[in-house]
Protein backbone atom coordinates (compact mmCIF):
# COMPACT_ATOMS: atom_id res chain seq x y z
CA UNK A 1 0.00 0.00 0.00
CA UNK A 2 2.75 2.59 0.84
CA UNK A 3 4.81 1.65 -2.70
CA UNK A 4 1.18 2.26 -4.40
CA UNK A 5 1.38 5.56 -2.61
CA UNK A 6 4.80 6.39 -3.65
CA UNK A 7 4.54 5.32 -7.16
CA UNK A 8 1.58 8.06 -7.44
CA UNK A 9 3.02 10.86 -5.44
CA UNK A 10 5.87 10.69 -7.61
CA UNK A 11 4.03 10.17 -10.84
CA UNK A 12 1.84 13.37 -9.85
CA UNK A 13 4.93 15.99 -8.75
CA UNK A 14 6.81 14.58 -12.75
CA UNK A 15 3.20 15.72 -14.27
CA UNK A 16 3.70 18.99 -12.31
CA UNK A 17 6.72 19.24 -13.62
CA UNK A 18 6.33 18.96 -17.11
CA UNK A 19 3.48 21.05 -17.28
CA UNK A 20 4.95 24.28 -17.30
CA UNK A 21 7.47 23.43 -19.62
CA UNK A 22 4.75 21.90 -21.96
CA UNK A 23 3.09 25.26 -21.42
CA UNK A 24 6.40 26.96 -22.83
CA UNK A 25 6.74 24.67 -26.20
CA UNK A 26 2.93 24.90 -26.81
CA UNK A 27 3.31 28.60 -26.65
CA UNK A 28 6.13 29.05 -28.69
CA UNK A 29 4.15 26.79 -31.39
CA UNK A 30 1.10 29.28 -31.16
CA UNK A 31 4.04 32.28 -31.71
CA UNK A 32 5.46 30.43 -34.88
CA UNK A 33 2.70 29.20 -36.62
CA UNK A 34 0.93 32.30 -37.72
CA UNK A 35 4.43 33.11 -39.83
CA UNK A 36 4.73 29.83 -41.35
CA UNK A 37 0.87 29.87 -42.27
CA UNK A 38 1.87 33.46 -43.93
CA UNK A 39 4.96 31.71 -45.49
CA UNK A 40 3.36 29.15 -46.83
CA UNK A 41 -0.01 31.23 -47.90
CA UNK A 42 2.13 33.28 -50.10
CA UNK A 43 4.10 30.51 -51.75
CA UNK A 44 0.80 29.14 -53.24
CA UNK A 45 -0.15 32.44 -54.14
CA UNK A 46 2.74 32.78 -55.98
CA UNK A 47 2.76 29.26 -57.63
CA UNK A 48 -1.24 29.30 -58.58
CA UNK A 49 -0.63 32.64 -60.24
CA UNK A 50 2.36 31.58 -62.44
CA UNK A 51 0.82 28.29 -63.22
CA UNK A 52 -2.69 29.90 -64.48
CA UNK A 53 -0.23 32.87 -66.25
CA UNK A 54 1.53 30.46 -68.60
CA UNK A 55 -1.46 28.22 -69.13
CA UNK A 56 -3.22 31.70 -70.59
CA UNK A 57 -5.55 31.26 -67.71
CA UNK A 58 -6.24 34.94 -66.94
CA UNK A 59 -9.44 34.92 -65.46
CA UNK A 60 -7.74 32.32 -62.46
CA UNK A 61 -4.78 34.79 -62.34
CA UNK A 62 -5.99 37.95 -62.75
CA UNK A 63 -7.24 38.92 -59.29
CA UNK A 64 -4.05 37.44 -57.93
CA UNK A 65 -2.14 40.63 -58.91
CA UNK A 66 -2.29 44.02 -57.36
CA UNK A 67 -4.14 46.66 -59.52
CA UNK A 68 -0.58 48.60 -58.86
CA UNK A 69 1.16 45.75 -59.29
CA UNK A 70 4.65 47.03 -61.06
CA UNK A 71 7.34 45.03 -63.31
CA UNK A 72 10.87 46.03 -62.32
CA UNK A 73 12.43 43.50 -65.36
CA UNK A 74 15.15 45.86 -66.42
CA UNK A 75 14.31 44.10 -70.00
CA UNK A 76 11.04 45.80 -69.96
CA UNK A 77 11.12 49.40 -71.86
CA UNK A 78 7.98 50.67 -71.13
CA UNK A 79 4.76 48.73 -70.22
CA UNK A 80 5.75 47.55 -66.41
CA UNK A 81 2.16 46.57 -65.36
CA UNK A 82 0.59 43.30 -65.24
CA UNK A 83 0.34 44.02 -68.86
CA UNK A 84 3.94 42.66 -69.51
CA UNK A 85 2.98 39.74 -67.74
CA UNK A 86 0.16 38.68 -70.00
CA UNK A 87 2.15 40.12 -72.87
CA UNK A 88 5.21 37.56 -71.88
CA UNK A 89 3.19 34.84 -71.80
CA UNK A 90 1.70 35.39 -74.83
CA UNK A 91 4.50 35.93 -76.67
CA UNK A 92 5.95 31.99 -74.74
CA UNK A 93 2.43 30.67 -75.87
CA UNK A 94 2.81 31.70 -79.21
CA UNK A 95 6.36 29.95 -79.50
CA UNK A 96 6.10 26.90 -77.90
CA UNK A 97 2.28 26.25 -78.11
CA UNK A 98 3.05 23.21 -75.61
CA UNK A 99 4.84 25.11 -72.92
CA UNK A 100 4.65 23.97 -69.56
CA UNK A 101 6.08 25.35 -66.75
CA UNK A 102 7.83 23.86 -64.17
CA UNK A 103 9.47 25.12 -60.50
CA UNK A 104 12.79 23.95 -59.59
CA UNK A 105 12.94 26.14 -56.30
CA UNK A 106 10.69 28.40 -54.58
CA UNK A 107 11.76 29.67 -51.28
CA UNK A 108 9.66 32.75 -49.06
CA UNK A 109 11.10 34.96 -46.54
CA UNK A 110 8.99 37.62 -44.61
CA UNK A 111 6.89 39.49 -47.59
CA UNK A 112 9.27 38.26 -50.64
CA UNK A 113 9.02 34.92 -52.49
CA UNK A 114 11.45 33.66 -55.14
CA UNK A 115 11.03 31.14 -57.68
CA UNK A 116 13.14 29.52 -60.14
CA UNK A 117 11.16 27.88 -62.80
CA UNK A 118 11.61 26.39 -66.60
CA UNK A 119 9.29 26.74 -69.70
CA UNK A 120 9.92 23.57 -71.61
CA UNK A 121 8.28 22.44 -74.69
CA UNK A 122 8.85 22.55 -78.79
CA UNK A 123 9.78 25.74 -80.84
CA UNK A 124 6.91 25.57 -83.64
CA UNK A 125 5.50 29.21 -83.17
CA UNK A 126 7.03 32.35 -84.53
CA UNK A 127 9.22 34.31 -82.23
CA UNK A 128 10.42 37.80 -83.45
CA UNK A 129 9.96 37.32 -86.80
CA UNK A 130 12.22 34.15 -86.69
CA UNK A 131 11.05 30.23 -88.15
CA UNK A 132 10.37 27.58 -85.93
CA UNK A 133 12.73 24.78 -85.99
CA UNK A 134 10.18 22.48 -83.93
CA UNK A 135 13.27 21.49 -81.40
CA UNK A 136 12.71 20.84 -78.12
CA UNK A 137 13.57 24.40 -76.08
CA UNK A 138 13.98 24.67 -71.80
CA UNK A 139 13.39 28.61 -71.17
CA UNK A 140 14.93 29.47 -67.47
CA UNK A 141 13.01 31.90 -65.18
CA UNK A 142 13.95 34.01 -62.13
CA UNK A 143 11.46 35.55 -60.16
CA UNK A 144 11.18 37.78 -57.01
CA UNK A 145 7.67 38.53 -56.09
CA UNK A 146 6.22 41.34 -53.19
CA UNK A 147 3.54 40.38 -51.46
CA UNK A 148 1.24 42.30 -49.94
CA UNK A 149 -2.57 41.57 -48.44
CA UNK A 150 -2.61 38.53 -50.03
CA UNK A 151 -2.20 39.87 -53.39
CA UNK A 152 1.52 40.34 -55.91
CA UNK A 153 2.55 44.15 -55.84
CA UNK A 154 5.88 43.60 -57.37
CA UNK A 155 8.45 41.79 -59.37
CA UNK A 156 12.17 41.67 -60.13
CA UNK A 157 13.42 38.72 -61.94
CA UNK A 158 15.34 37.56 -65.44
CA UNK A 159 14.55 35.68 -68.19
CA UNK A 160 16.52 33.61 -70.76
CA UNK A 161 14.94 33.63 -74.22
CA UNK A 162 18.11 32.72 -76.16
CA UNK A 163 17.13 29.25 -76.67
CA UNK A 164 14.25 30.31 -79.20
CA UNK A 165 16.56 32.52 -81.34
CA UNK A 166 19.68 29.69 -81.07
CA UNK A 167 16.66 27.01 -82.33
CA UNK A 168 15.72 29.54 -85.21
CA UNK A 169 18.83 30.35 -86.12
CA UNK A 170 19.96 26.92 -86.66
CA UNK A 171 17.32 25.76 -88.53
CA UNK A 172 18.16 28.24 -91.40
CA UNK A 173 21.36 26.95 -91.43
CA UNK A 174 23.21 30.02 -90.16
CA UNK A 175 25.36 28.63 -87.40
CA UNK A 176 28.76 27.14 -88.58
CA UNK A 177 29.77 24.25 -86.88
CA UNK A 178 33.51 24.65 -84.72
CA UNK A 179 35.64 21.72 -87.26
CA UNK A 180 34.44 23.35 -90.46
CA UNK A 181 35.76 26.66 -89.06
CA UNK A 182 38.30 28.10 -91.57
CA UNK A 183 40.57 31.05 -90.20
CA UNK A 184 42.61 33.51 -91.82
CA UNK A 185 45.76 32.05 -93.63
CA UNK A 186 44.70 28.60 -92.79
CA UNK A 187 45.62 25.91 -95.78
CA UNK A 188 42.44 23.80 -95.35
CA UNK A 189 40.45 23.74 -98.42
CA UNK A 190 36.63 25.00 -97.93
CA UNK A 191 34.40 21.75 -97.65
CA UNK A 192 33.10 20.45 -100.88
CA UNK A 193 30.23 21.56 -102.41
CA UNK A 194 30.48 25.28 -101.26
CA UNK A 195 30.64 27.86 -103.18
CA UNK A 196 33.35 28.39 -102.74
CA UNK A 197 34.97 26.10 -104.98
CA UNK A 198 34.05 28.02 -107.75
CA UNK A 199 35.37 31.01 -107.35
CA UNK A 200 38.97 31.77 -108.09
CA UNK A 201 41.31 31.20 -105.01
CA UNK A 202 44.35 33.82 -104.65
CA UNK A 203 47.42 32.26 -102.46
CA UNK A 204 50.81 34.16 -101.70
CA UNK A 205 53.42 31.48 -102.33
CA UNK A 206 57.18 31.67 -100.47
CA UNK A 207 58.71 34.33 -102.89
CA UNK A 208 56.36 36.80 -102.30
CA UNK A 209 54.50 37.08 -106.08
CA UNK A 210 50.81 36.95 -106.47
CA UNK A 211 49.04 34.19 -108.83
CA UNK A 212 45.86 33.14 -109.79
CA UNK A 213 44.95 29.84 -109.34
CA UNK A 214 42.15 28.35 -111.74
CA UNK A 215 39.92 25.70 -109.75
CA UNK A 216 39.20 22.45 -111.59
CA UNK A 217 36.11 22.79 -113.35
CA UNK A 218 35.66 26.41 -113.65
CA UNK A 219 35.79 27.90 -116.80
CA UNK A 220 36.97 31.56 -115.82
CA UNK A 221 40.69 32.08 -117.38
CA UNK A 222 43.75 32.88 -115.53
CA UNK A 223 45.36 36.67 -115.86
CA UNK A 224 48.59 35.03 -116.53
CA UNK A 225 48.92 33.53 -120.16
CA UNK A 226 51.32 30.69 -121.39
CA UNK A 227 53.09 30.79 -124.16
CA UNK A 228 51.70 27.95 -126.87
CA UNK A 229 54.55 25.61 -127.64
CA UNK A 230 55.97 25.49 -130.91
CA UNK A 231 55.22 22.23 -133.31
CA UNK A 232 58.65 20.64 -134.74
CA UNK A 233 57.67 21.91 -138.01
CA UNK A 234 57.39 25.30 -137.00
CA UNK A 235 61.46 24.70 -135.41
CA UNK A 236 62.51 22.85 -138.85
CA UNK A 237 61.11 25.70 -140.52
CA UNK A 238 62.52 28.70 -139.04
CA UNK A 239 66.14 27.04 -138.76
CA UNK A 240 66.36 27.34 -142.19
Known sequence: MYINKLIISSFLALIVGIAPLSAKETSATKKQTPQVDALSANKKLVTTALEALYKGDLPTCSPLFSVDFVDNDPAIASERSYN???LFSNTIRTAVTDAKFQIDEI???????????????????????????????????????KIEGNL???????????PLLQSSISSMG?????????????????????????????TIPADGRMKTLKPK???????????KPVPETDKKTGSK
Open 84 to 86: SMV
Open 107 to 145: QAVDDKVFVMGRLFGSHNGIYQGLVPSGLPVSLKTADLF
Open 152 to 162: ITARWGVRDLT
Open 174 to 202: LIIPLDQTVSTGSTLPPPEGSDTTKAQVN
Open 217 to 227: GSSTTSSTTMP
